[in-house]
């Protein structure tokens, strides 16, 4: 099926096609202007449907299907050993780890 087919006549024309192209700033030559007139012309066909349905006793969702928090409860826990921590780094300073400058002036 092509993009032009089932689309309504005069519905959108080529023409404000081609000023929304303007508009954006964009270069279409003439392929590209029928190509995306038929494109655009099944979109907006197609949101007119959706715009169309019958939505009373259809409640407003976020989601198609119903989520849950799946995460647990924010509780507090012991932390790291520092000393063993700070065993596995590559540099300490001052029982800290010391990185690499990355910015400003050269160590």
Known sequence: MSATEGTPAGRL???EVAHVAMLARLHLDDEELDRFTG????ILDHAADVAA?????VPPTSHALSLANVLRADEPRPGLDRDEVLAGAPDVE????R??????EAP
Do not use: E, N, S, Y
């Not at 494109?39 to 099944?42: K, Y």
């Not at 349905?53 to 006793?57: E, Q, V």
């Not at 001052?94 to 780890?97: E, G, K, L, T």
């Not at 990185?99 to 400003?104: A, D, K, S």
């Open 94 to 97: 001052d029982h800290r780890f």
């Open 99 to 104: 990185v690499p400058r990355i910015l400003g």
């Open 39 to 42: 494109q655009l012309a099944v």
């Open 13 to 15: 024309t080529r023409q």
């Open 53 to 57: 349905l019958d939505l009373d006793g």
